[in-house]
């Protein structure tokens, strides 16, 4: 949130929260009513951080205040903070509004407005007699809701617990972000139910399913596109040529090795705590090594995730993804293309036994892949890192096999 000194100047000032997923014109309206109606000065919109009621994907986080940004900008009484979007753990309204009114001055009304659902529970967040004594509580509803239900919530809430909680009807409130996430999937316009920033800003990044009628590659660079870094996308698109090259020359299936090879660093870009909770969520076990390096698990998180959230099913396409970092024993061809292509595509910045590596890959895959898990120890152990024993055996077993050859 904004410099204390910033805040110390209004009087009256409101919380919009919600998980605004995605942020729509009901919102907006609701906002800005509620803005007008109370004689609001500032409207801070606070996209929920990891909601205490729901399982949230990390995944979602920042789209979810990116497009609270874009869909707020031109509003100059409206602005966004990522508060809870950046807490760690399970975010509660209550320390949030404890962090807003000690940044206000002590005479600020604060409102804290949101849908009318989440009010009428309000007994079982966090804190709810402290936190219905700090601020003031606007339940906006949609048109059909049954008020005579909220009414009476509303009448106990503000008699047995001192609350001050008011409600406002929205027509435009009808708009639902559980619809525009159904229309999306379903290919259904959803034109005029969001600022037009949010709806490119959903299609741009294929948000909930949009373009799944693409064809499946399609789909998966578009939504690629938005979990990796543009240098990390590059590499990618560079690892899934390189396979194909590979299958070619090794008479592997060249569909299978471009598709492991697009999604074989899928979960590289998240943070090391993202990684480490979406492995909690897609039940990805750690040992000791992965988890003091987070980073060394994207490889089984991404193996997680193609399953799951891009629909791979073969399973020696999820090996490949699952063990292009470690390496393993007695690799099928497919994981020896993956692990390989990785290594040399040609986007690679040069490093020593990178041109060496580059050869052996197309004369014989198995001895560039002892070549290439010795020169990853030998980087690695001279970096201070720990080394995955999947690696120490996967070494031994194709020093072996190779001398066997020689
Ligand atoms: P949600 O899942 O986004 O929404 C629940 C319902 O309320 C939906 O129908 C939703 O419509 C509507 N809604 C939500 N925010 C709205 C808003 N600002 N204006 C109009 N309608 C709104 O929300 P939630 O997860 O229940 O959370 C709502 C707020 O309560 C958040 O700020 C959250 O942090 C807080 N909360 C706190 C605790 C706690 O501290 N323990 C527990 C639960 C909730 P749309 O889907 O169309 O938005």
């Known amino acids: 949130m904004k410099e204390l000194s910033q805040y110390k100047k209004y009087k009256r000032i409101a919380v919009m929260g919600g998980s605004f997923n995605p942020i729509h014109n009901g919102h907006l309206v609701a906002a800005e009513a509620v803005r007008q109606e109370m004689d609001i000065e500032r409207v801070i919109f606070i996209p929920a951080g990891s909601s205490p009621h729901k399982e949230s994907d990390p995944m979602y986080n920042e789209h979810r205040y990116l497009m609270t940004v874009l869909a707020t900008v031109t509003n100059p009484d409206f602005e966004v903070s990522r508060t809870e979007i950046d807490r760690m753990g399970k975010s509660y309204t209550i320390d949030t509004i404890r962090e807003l009114r000690h940044k206000c001055s002590k005479d600020c009304e604060i409102y804290f407005i949101t849908g009318a659902d989440a009010i009428a529970e309000i007994l079982t967040w966090k804190d709810p007699e402290e936190l219905l004594s700090m601020c003031k509580f606007v339940a906006v509803t949609r048109p059909g809701y049954d008020k005579t239900k909220l009414k009476a919530t509303i009448d106990t ?230 080394i995955h024993p999947l690696s120490i055996t996967a070494l031994e077993y194709y020093r072996e096999g190779n001398n066997e050859k020689r």
């Open 157 to 386: 809430l503000n008699t047995k617990y001192k609350g001050n909680i008011e409600f406002l009807e929205i027509p435009a409130l009808s708009i639902s972000s559980t619809d525009i996430r159904n229309r999306v999937t379903a290919g259904k316009t959803i034109k005029y139910l969001v600022p037009e920033s949010v709806e490119n800003y959903i299609l741009k990044f294929g948000l909930y399913g949009a373009g799944l009628s693409l064809s499946g590659t399609e789909y998966i660079n578009k939504k690629l596109y938005s979990v990796l870094t543009p240098k990390r996308f590059r590499h990618t698109q560079g690892v899934a040529k390189e396979a194909v090259r590979l299958a070619e020359r090794y008479g592997a299936d060249t569909d299978k090795a471009y598709l492991a090879g697009l999604l074989h660093d899928c979960a590289k870009c998240y943070t090391d705590e993202e990684k480490l909770a979406m492995c909690r969520q897609y039940n990805v076990p750690l040992d000791d090594v992965l988890y003091a390096q987070p980073d060394l698990a994207h490889s089984f998180l991404g193996a997680a995730l193609a399953k799951a959230v891009y629909g791979v099913k073969d399973e020696d396409i999820i090996n490949a993804i699952a063990y292009h970092t470690t390496g393993r024993e007695n690799m099928s061809l497919l994981e020896k293309i993956i692990y390989i292509a990785d290594y040399i595509e040609p986007n690679r910045e040069p490093f020593k036994g990178l041109e060496e590596i580059r050869e052996l890959a197309y004369k014989d895959i198995d001895k560039a892949v002892e070549y290439s898990l010795k020169n990853t120890i030998d980087h690695n152990v001279n970096k201070k890192r720990m």
